[in-house]
């Protein structure tokens, strides 16, 4: 973890925290059955930044509900720590597209929300691990605000909060940044890698985008049409990978051709759809 | 009160005891760059319980502010905002609230979701489950308490924040382009639900729109709204005949007659900001 900072790899063993078993999710689509997911194994390592790309429909987001546990595999098997995952579990914290703010409270108590059902009243030490975490993804200026108030990007920063503070171990997040502008996510992007440096949570990152899988990856899955895991690349540019660090030349040579190997792969599993416009 | 064209009478009289919601004389400026900017000029609107109100209007006229204001999400600059004869200040049950983002919580099922403000209430949880159960039923969605919000329709989750908001047995419904994200077929569901809803609980409505036939379809009454400033341009009063989700056709006479009505209220506007009403 620490040697993480210095841009080697984190462990040569790590201890898998997270390992898929041959994990098929088929739907009934026509007379048939189609496999939006098919037979993908892999091991995910503690605190591991993980990031899985493929073009649209190669089952990256169903997978990703699997080990959310918001959908069951129909064939093969998600381990969590050891144990198998039957359902939603507070040690995984999943992150949507969409926001899940409720519009009549606050940003302060909209992240006090899950850590008030599971005390089932507020506390001032409630209050106080909110306000850390509102502090942490840089939306202190507004804990007093409404949903109605904020921008996308506040907006994500407030969800993002709100689950933080519940401390998962695991954070899921499907295309957190997607459809904001690309200033605010050049900023988000900074800031979940340092809370992911703070928090030491294990991190499994779905996205379309190729430069967001390379900036933020220990490793970038490659998903293809038929749901199948068609690479699985390591990433081992050095970190920190924002500001100055990242216009070196070398690093931004090695950056280039890292994405330039992945968009091949991404392109050869896409079939003969063009999958360019994507990325 | 229920379904009758019944509140449009008594609008004249602004001291009726079932005056509702009043708002009086209600401006609001932003602050942009700097420079201070009126979105919404002396506003003026009554609601009496039982009534299906929709404002419509264009992008810019303020008519989502007006409702966040009696949301209580945001203030007035100047004028007032009474609730039952109260003034209100800043959210609560009792004002439900159903927006565009329908805002479910992900991790929670479907009637986990319509417990919410029941569980941060206190309510117990056998309690909560009867009335969640209830509400479900009310918006058409008993036998999908169990699922996930995710394996439900767009459509569906709508109609969990529809039932969520009712749980609260709030004494009026703020609705803010709920159906707009909505394909149009599901969208027109969706409005003859509300209506099914709206006939059953008989709680009062306030529906924002900017699509016309949406305001007609659903309300006693319209708020017409204008922009540059926003403000009221004309309350008019829908007589069409209830209920209408079994015998209405959009392209009925009388519902014409109030499209054409309304659409020359706009004569004013360009033609590309009438294109985003109609």
Redesign the interface.
Known sequence: MVDNKNGTLRSSTPSAQISLKGVTKSFLKGSGRVEAVSNCTLDIAENEFLVIVGPTGSGKSTLL?MIAG??TPSSGEILVGGKPVMG?GVDRG?I?Q????????TVLQNVE?GL??QL??RTPQIRERAMKYIDMVGLTYAVNK????LSGGMKRRASLAMILVTKPRILLMDGPFNALDSKTKLTLHSEITRIWEQEHNTIIFVTSELDEAVKLSDRIVVMNKAGRISKVFANNLPRPRFGKAALEPAFHHRFIELREAVMDEVKAGAGKVNCAADF | MSNTTGGVCMESNANNPTTLLELKSVSKVFSKDGKDVLVLENVNLNIVEGEFVCILGPTGCGK?VTL?IV?G??DQTTGSVELDGREEHG???H?G?V?Q?Y?????RSVVENVE?GL??K?IDKQERRRIAMEQLATVGLSGTEHQ?V?EISVGMRQRVAIARALANNPKILLMDEPFEALDALTKEEMQIQILKVWEKTGTTILFVTHDVDEAIFLSDRICVMDINPGRVKKMLVNQLPRPRHECMSRTDEAFNDMRDEIISLYSSLKDEELDLII
């Open positions: 509900k918001f959908e939603p999943m949507f969409e926001y899940a703010l409720l519009p009549w409270r929300l008030e059902f089932g009243k409404y949903p109605v108030e | 989502s966040q949301a999400l945001i959210p609560g049950p004002k609230m927006f983002e805002a479910l919580l992900p991790w919410i569980e941060l206190g996930s995710h």
